[in-house]
């Protein structure tokens, strides 16, 4: 039987599973996706035993990301331009990694909005994670003529402006709302909003109403910053699609098939959130 994983610590909370069981099943494909619990300390003896026991690979979550870069035979230039890597597959007895955020991130955007392109005008990243890096970085790949990164600590986001380079233009959090003049796009890559954590507070008033609206939190699925966006006329597009997409490159490494996101697949994910 054909079988991946997702590696984090804690993992009780991953909708991985779920995601995957979905596309296995809707495939026929005789095959299985689990969660392995891994402490930091115990990461490397796991991605060993992937390539001993005869895995496909596996999803990483936290706190995983980074740490496992230095103990893969390959990284994909996308991954090592973020510094993390989120997928791994076993190939021919060596490891590689891929981080499929980028991708995950573009498709949302595509599927829900077609006629949306990121050449249009500037866009307005909030955050400088892990996430935030990753979007940055397919923004810059995909043609944003601009990228204004307001982060919390503006050293970091101006670290992460000369890491990735390109046409970053680090804000400082106080004026995260000055930043929103001429926007094309608004993303919003930290954890406010999330349940149980603090609110995002942002002034949407200089923010064009043609202007698209992301929020890659998604539960809630409708954050606070979409239903403000959405009753100023701004379209809006929620985060779960992102999580979903980016599920679809390492489903093909490991069995073979690229599936597609389905109204039935979301239906199956938001079922398991609850």
């Not at 909370?13 to 300390?41: D, F, Q």
């Not at 035993?49 to 740490?67: D, F, S, V, Y």
């Not at 990121?118 to 003529?145: N, Q, S």
């Amino acid at each position: 039987m054909m079988k991946a994983c997702v590696i984090g610590w804690p993992i009780a909370h991953s909708l991985s599973p779920a995601l995957h069981g979905y596309w296995l099943k809707a495939h026929g494909i005789e095959g299985e996706y689990t969660r392995l619990a891994v402490a930091p300390t115990d990461l490397p003896a796991a991605l060993t035993r992937l390539k001993a026991e005869g895995w496909r690979g596996c999803n990483l979550t936290i706190p995983h990301k980074e740490a496992a870069l230095a103990q893969l035979d390959r990284v994909d230039a996308a991954a090592h331009r973020i510094g993390a890597v989120n997928t791994i597959a076993v190939e021919n007895g060596k490891l590689a990694g891929f981080n499929t955020d980028g991708f995950g991130f573009l498709e949302n955007l595509r599927a829900a909005v077609p006629d949306f392109d990121v050449k249009t005008g500037p866009a307005v990243v909030l955050g400088a994670g892990g996430a935030a890096r990753a979007i940055v970085d397919a923004l810059g790949a995909a043609g944003a003529p601009k990228i204004r990164l307001a982060n919390r600590s503006l050293d970091r986001a101006r670290a992460l402006a000369r890491s990735l380079g390109g046409a970053i233009e680090p804000v400082a959090w106080d004026r995260r709302a000055a930043a929103l003049d001429g926007a094309a796009l608004l993303v919003n890559a930290t954890s406010l909003g999330m349940d149980k954590n603090p609110p995002l507070e942002l002034d949407l008033a200089r923010l064009p109403k043609t202007a698209l609206v992301n929020d890659i939190v998604y539960a809630p699925l409708e954050t606070a910053l979409l239903k403000a966006a959405k009753t100023r006329g701004n379209q809006t597009v929620d985060g779960l699609g992102m999580l979903l997409h980016q599920g679809r490159p390492g489903f093909q490494l490991w069995f073979g098939v690229l599936p597609a996101v389905t109204p039935a697949l979301r239906a199956a994910v938001l079922a398991a959130m609850r």
